[in-house]
C-alpha cells in the first residue's frame, strides 16, 4: 500500500507578513483559491486511495481539522508536540503507517511546495516506488533551471542526464545511486553545478518503505527511534487527532531526514524530477512562479500601477498604488504593509524574527484570529474597549467561560446564536442583541446550518486574549 505522508509542521517566515508563526504558508490559498495543504492532497489523489497521514504541530491541529472538512476529506492528524524537524516526524508517520499495514510504502510530500506540472510528478512516483519497494531510498531530485544559491543540491553519477542541454532526455525513468549530498552553495559553485549536469536540486520529497526507514534510523540514530517509538507507543485520540507522548517525544534531536539518515544511507537514490517544483521559501520564489504581464509584474488585490516593472504586489485589504518602481516586493495585509527589493527576499525572515523578539504580536498572529469554532477579526482596539467581528461555523460551540475585567455586548447580523447567560439560555436572531455582565458566566453557540457572524463590543479595565476563565470546552483546550 502506497500511504501519503504530508509534512505540515513549517513556519515559513520568509513569507511574512502573509505567513505567521499561529497561520503558516502551508494553510494560506498562496499559489491557487486553495491552501497548499489541499492542493498537495489533490495532487496524490490518481496515486494513491489510501488516507494520507498529516504530521502537524498541536498548535496547528484544528486548522488541518477544518480545511479537511471543508474539502471532504478524511486523514490520519499526527501531533507533534515540538519541533524536531523531519527525520522524527517521518518517524512518527512511518510508524504510524505501519500499523495500517506491515508493507507500507510512504509517500513523502511537504504540504507547502508547488508544482506547476503534477502529471510529471505522478509519472516519476512509478519508478521512486518500485526502487522503494526493492529496499532503496530514494527521493526526488529537481531539474535545476538556474543558478539557485537557496537549495541544497544532490550529486548523481556521470552520464545521467538531468535536462540541461534542451536536446537531450531528462532521465526521470529510473532511481539512480546519489554520490552526496550538497549543502546550499554560493553563486560561482552554484553555477558550477548546473553546468556539470550532475546535481539536481534536493526537494525534499521521498518514496520509501517504512519498515526500511526505521531501520535505517535505528541504525544511524538509535536514540532518536527508541524516542520516537516511545512517544508513538504512548499515543491517545483525542478527537479526530492521534496525540504521541509528549516527554518522549521531547527527547528527540531537532535533525532532517537528510541529516539523520539518507546522507550515510548506502541504498539512498533519486529520481530526476522536471515538474516546475518549487518550494515557494520567498516572495522571489512566489514572483517567479507567478503569472505576470509583459512589464513582469505580478499582481494580486485592488492594485494599480504606473511605470512599474518587475514587482511582486499583493493586496489583501485595501488599495496598493505603485508609481515608478522597479523589482519590489510590496505585500499588504489588514495589519501590516512589506516592502523589499527582491534581491532581499531571503532576509524576510529577519523582520519576523525582530517582531518575535519584540513580542509583538505581527509575528505569530493575523488579525483575523482562527479557532476551533471558528473565528475573530479585532476591527478596532483603543483604550477600555474593543470591537471584533466574530464568526461561528455551524455546529461550532464556544467554551462555557467568564471574564474578570471585562463586559461584552453581542449584537447577531447573521444566522441564529444560542446564547448561555448564567442560569439561563435563549437564543437571537439577526438584528437582536444582548449583554454579557462582568464576571458571568456565558457561552455562544451557533446551532444552524449557516455562518454566524455577529459583532462583539468588549468594554473594560483588561482587554487581553488571557482574561478568561473556562468551565467547558468541547475541543479540550487547555
Not at 284 to 302: H, M, P, T, Y
Request: charged content about 25%; aromatic content about 6%.
Amino acid at each position: 500500500m502506497l500511504i501519503p505522508v504530508v509534512l505540515a509542521g513549517g513556519s515559513g517566515t520568509r513569507l511574512w507578513p502573509m505567513s505567521r508563526a499561529s497561520y503558516p504558508k502551508q494553510f494560506l490559498p498562496i499559489t491557487s483559491a486553495r491552501s497548499m495543504l489541499l492542493e498537495t492532497l489533490a495532487r496524490i489523489e490518481s496515486v494513491s486511495a489510501a488516507n494520507p497521514i498529516i504530521v502537524c504541530q498541536e498548535d496547528h491541529r484544528f486548522l488541518v481539522a477544518e480545511q479537511l472538512r471543508e474539502a471532504d476529506r478524511s486523514a490520519d492528524i499526527l501531533l507533534e508536540p515540538a519541533m524536531r524537524n523531519t527525520a522524527p516526524a517521518i518517524g512518527l508517520a512511518a510508524l504510524q503507517a505501519m500499523s495500517r499495514d506491515p508493507n507500507a510504502v510512504l509517500l513523502v510530500l511537504p504540504a507547502d511546495h508547488a508544482i506547476a506540472n503534477p502529471e510529471a510528478l505522478m509519472r516519476a512516483i512509478t519508478p521512486a516506488r518500485e526502487a522503494a519497494e526493492r529496499g532503496k531510498l530514494v527521493t526526488f531530485g529537481v531539474t535545476p533551471t538556474r543558478a539557485e544559491t537557496g537549495y541544497g543540491y544532490i550529486e548523481i553519477e556521470t552520464g545521467i542526464k538531468t535536462g540541461m542541454a534542451p536536446s537531450e532526455p531528462c532521465g526521470h525513468d529510473s532511481a539512480v545511486p546519489i554520490q552526496r549530498f550538497v549543502e546550499k552553495p554560493d553563486a560561482k559553485t552554484a553555477q558550477a553545478y548546473v553546468e556539470s549536469g550532475r546535481h539536481l536540486w534536493n526537494s525534499g520529497m521521498f518514496v520509501m518503505r517504512a519498515d526500511r526507514y526505521l531501520e535505517a534510523l535505528g541504525r544511524q540514530r538509535p536514540a532518536m527511534l527508541e524516542a520516537v517509538t516511545a512517544a508513538w507507543e504512548g499515543r491517545q485520540t483525542d478527537l479526530d487527532f492521534l496525540r504521541v507522548d509528549a516527554d518522549a517525544f521531547f527527547a528527540c534531536d531537532a535533525e532532517s531526514i537528510d541529516y539523520a539518515v539518507m546522507e550515510n544511507a548506502a541504498d539512498a537514490s533519486v529520481v530526476a524530477l522536471d515538474a516546475g517544483w518549487s518550494d515557494v521559501g520567498s516572495w522571489q520564489s512566489l514572483w517567479e512562479i507567478s503569472a505576470k504581464g509583459a512589464d513582469g509584474n505580478a499582481l494580486r488585490g485592488d492594485v494599480i500601477v504606473d511605470d512599474v516593472s518587475g514587482c511582486l504586489i499583493h493586496g489583501e485589504s485595501r488599495l496598493v498604488a505603485a508609481v515608478g518602481v522597479r523589482d519590489l516586493m510590496i505585500i499588504e495585509t489588514p495589519d501590516a504593509v512589506m516592502v523589499a527589493h527582491r534581491d532581499a527576499a531571503q532576509s524576510v525572515k529577519h523582520i519576523a524574527e525582530t517582531l518575535k523578539r519584540q513580542e509583538r504580536p505581527e509575528w505569530d498572529q493575523h488579525r483575523r484570529v482562527h479557532r476551533p469554532w471558528g473565528s475573530y477579526d479585532s476591527v478596532h482596539r483603543a483604550e477600555r474597549y474593543q470591537v471584533k467581528q466574530i464568526s461561528v461555523t455551524p455546529g461550532g460551540r464556544l467554551s462555557l467561560q467568564k471574564h474578570f475585567h471585562r463586559a461584552e455586548h453581542w449584537i447577531v447580523v447573521r444566522g441564529t446564536a444560542r446564547v448561555t447567560r448564567g442560569d439561563e439560555t435563549f437564543l437571537l436572531e439577526e438584528n437582536q442583541s444582548t449583554y454579557i455582565p462582568l464576571g458571568v458566566v456565558h457561552r455562544l453557540e451557533n446551532p444552524g446550518k449557516i455562518e454566524l457572524e455577529l459583532i462583539e463590543v468588549q468594554s473594560g479595565s483588561y482587554l487581553g486574549e488571557d482574561d478568561i476563565e473556562r468551565f467547558d470546552d468541547v475541543y479540550r483546550r487547555e
